[in-house]
């Protein structure tokens, strides 16, 4: 059974750059399509970014020329790289997986999830 596991959140300052990164256990994710959301407690979720089983990419507006995901198959791991990071970007991230026939991602229909992490954007 896949599971996931977050990590690479913290405090950092506006301006900075974090690497989130989402490891797999119990099978590979060669043919998922991975996602990271965010959330801030009282507000409604976002997907931030997505990857599909053919390396298809996806971001959000918001986040578009200072986020890049990446997959490491041999690691088994999605990473999030984030760079500019501004106050609006703080909130806990979340990967989530979803088995894929086709090369699709999007910001729905993901049944495993890990547990996120924190991230701090503040001077």
């Known amino acids: 059974q896949l599971q996931l596991v977050e990590s690479g959140g913290g405090l950092v300052q506006p301006g900075g750059s974090l690497r989130l990164s989402c490891a797999a256990s119990?099978?590979?994710?060669?043919?998922?399509?991975v996602a990271w959301f965010r959330q801030v407690p009282g507000k409604e979720g976002e997907g931030v970014s997505c990857?599909?089983?053919?390396?298809?990419?996806s971001y959000a507006d918001s986040v578009k020329g200072r986020f890049t995901i990446a997959r490491d198959s041999a690691k088994n791991t999605v990473y999030l790289l984030m760079n500019s990071l501004k106050p609006e970007d703080a909130a806990v991230y979340y990967c989530?997986?979803?088995?894929?026939?086709?090369?699709?991602?999007?910001?729905?229909?993901?049944?495993?999830w890990g547990r996120g992490t924190q991230v701090t954007v503040s001077s």
């Open positions: 990857i599909s089983n053919g390396n298809f990419t």
């Open positions: 119990g099978s590979t994710l060669e043919h998922y399509a």
């Open positions: 989530a997986a979803a088995w894929a026939s086709i090369a699709w991602c999007g910001f729905s229909g993901y049944p495993v």
